[in-house]
Nanobody, 121 residues
Framework: QVQLVESGGGSAQPGGSLRLSCATS????????MGWYRQAPGKERELVAT???????NYADSVKDRFTISKDNAKNTLYLQMNSLKPEDTATYYC???????????????WGEGTLVTVSQ
């Protein structure tokens, strides 16, 4: 059962914009850290951006000042606003939730199935 559902992927031209959404349950949305990862063909999955339960954000250098991660607590939805898109942003984007479950640091991780973003002329 998929508990993180991404949407908003598609095609865009260089310089364009897309907004990804990740809808989930209230329980999973309460994760300590939520984030977006991406995987391009033939490459390893990499971190794009994260946001903590307190709202602190972190971005990969390659997307700083172009992408913005945010949360809508009322809708239990995570977003990734992507502006000034480049061909190298082409990848499948995955939503991720990380919840620490005990003081020893054990954690639960949830992943979405991914949404494809293609940036080309």
């Amino acid at each position: 059962q998929v508990q993180l559902v991404e949407s908003g992927g598609g095609s865009a031209q260089p310089g364009g914009s897309l907004r990804l959404s990740c809808a989930t349950s209230r329980r999973i949305f309460g994760a300590d850290i939520m984030g977006w990862y991406r995987q391009a063909p033939g490459k390893e999955r990499e971190l794009v951006a994260t946001i903590t339960s307190r709202g602190s954000t972190n971005y990969a250098d390659s997307v700083k000042d172009r992408f913005t991660i945010s949360k809508d607590n009322a809708k239990n939805t995570l977003y990734l606003q992507m502006n000034s898109l480049k061909p190298e942003d082409t990848a499948t984007y995955y939503c991720h939730a990380h919840t620490i479950v005990n003081i020893e640091g054990a954690a639960m991780d949830h992943w979405g199935e991914g949404t494809l973003v293609t940036v080309s002329q």
